[in-house]
């Protein structure tokens, strides 16, 4: 029996290269040709490997969204406290934000947003991330809560979606060309304002 030919490119890191096309050029302004560049293969391989533009930009969101969730284990999980642990996860959200040659912000918060009135499954990714991210920190708020890192008189569901809106701020301010010496000092005041002091 013949064996098909070997696949002869590399999955993840053709979904990163097209990642970063999406990210700086956002999906509307990303066209079949510059996908075809960055990832270095044809039209119809493509098509075959990922399938039309809208499921490889939905990829390449998901394989953005597993770094940054590594990201916040790394931080705010592995960090017994709160305080520390948020301000690590923000301090790695700006590295990433900041990662490429022009500071673009998250790939998610940044691109997604404009993409959602013409595609509805990019909407109902969005609102997943988001709901995805809410659930993490609420968990990480909670035990926080239990632990007497944070008052008891606050809402733990609105304070996890106020934690993650500073998230998105960051993003936008990357993109803006806010400083990393600014944003870092925005952060710690931030923390001290949404979670007072210890």
């Not at 030919?5 to 956002?26: C, H, I, M, N, S």
């Not at 997943?128 to 008189?153: C, F, P, T, W, Y």
Request: glycine share 6%; proline share 2%.
């Amino acid at each position: 029996m013949q064996r098909g030919r070997p696949k002869q490119y590399d999955t993840e890191a053709a979904l990163k290269a097209a990642g970063a096309v999406f990210w700086a050029k956002g999906f509307s302004g990303t066209s079949l040709d510059d996908l075809s560049n960055a990832m270095g293969m044809n039209r119809p391989s493509i098509y075959r490997a990922f399938g039309d533009k809208e499921k490889i930009y939905r990829q390449a969101l998901n394989q953005f969204g597993a770094i940054m969730d590594e990201a916040f284990n790394q931080s705010l999980i592995k960090e017994k406290d709160i305080r520390k642990g948020l301000k690590k996860f923000y301090f790695k959200a700006i590295e990433v934000y900041s990662s490429e040659e022009t500071a673009l912000g998250c790939m998610v918060w940044s691109t997604a947003p404009a993409a959602t009135l013409i595609h509805p499954e990019v909407q109902s990714d969005l609102l997943s991330a988001i709901k995805h991210v809410d659930a993490m920190v609420l968990k990480r708020v909670e035990l926080a809560l239990d632990q007497g890192q944070i008052s008891k008189n606050v809402d733990s569901k609105s304070l996890s979606k106020l934690i993650q809106a500073l998230l998105h701020s960051i993003s936008i301010r990357v993109r803006a060309g806010e400083s990393t010496a600014t944003l870092k000092r925005f952060i710690e005041e931030a923390i001290v304002i949404i979670l007072g002091e210890k």
